[in-house]
């Protein structure tokens, strides 16, 4: 029979999940308020809004490369799925409660209406971002087999 970790154990683990998650949060944030800015300053305001648009979500998908393999080498997390798909989860969290109580009221959009924004094809680009956000301390930290 396997050996189970005793529960201050599980609970260190969690807590480091949770933090792993939350700077996670915070750097995927940050570069997505910046990159935001950089968009709607630059990019829509001289070239136009759809490519904005469309030329934001790689970025951020570029930052959250970046963020998350800076967050697995800040708090040495192993590479267990469980563990990395913890952090992203988190940091999904954080994303749904921060869009939802912060982002909406901003633009003055109800829930339902954003949805139904979403549902052009460059609308579905940050819904897709999210699931990114999610697996990408998984996907960052993985050893590929050749």
Same mark, same amino acid.
């Given at each position: 029979m396997p050996d189970k970790a005793p529960d201050g154990e599980r609970t260190k683990d969690i807590v480091e999940i949770v933090k792993a998650g939350t700077v996670y949060f915070l750097v995927a944030l940050g570069a997505g308020f910046v990159l935001e800015v950089v968009r709607l300053e630059v990019v829509a305001q001289h &070239?136009? /809004?759809? &490519? /904005?648009?469309?030329?934001?979500?790689?970025?951020? &998908?570029? /930052?959250?490369?970046?963020?998350?393999?800076?967050? &697995?080498d800040r708090f040495t997390l192993p590479p267990l799925p469980?563990?990395?798909?913890? =952090?992203?989860? =988190? /940091?999904?969290?954080?994303?749904?409660?921060?869009?939802?109580? =912060? =982002?909406?009221?901003?633009?003055?959009?109800?829930?339902?209406?954003?949805?139904?924004?979403?549902?052009?094809?460059?609308?579905?680009l940050p819904v897709s971002a999210l699931g990114v956000l999610t697996v990408m301390p998984f996907l960052v930290g993985y050893h590929w087999e050749r």
């Open positions: &070239i136009s /809004a759809f &490519i /904005a648009r469309v030329m934001e979500t790689p970025s951020t &998908i570029l /930052a959250m490369i970046i963020g998350s393999k800076w967050v &697995i469980s563990v990395r798909l913890g =952090v992203g989860t =988190v /940091a999904l969290g954080f994303m749904i409660l921060m869009e939802c109580m =912060v =982002v909406l009221p901003l633009h003055g959009l109800s829930l339902g209406e954003y949805f139904t924004f979403q549902g052009s094809v460059v609308g579905t």
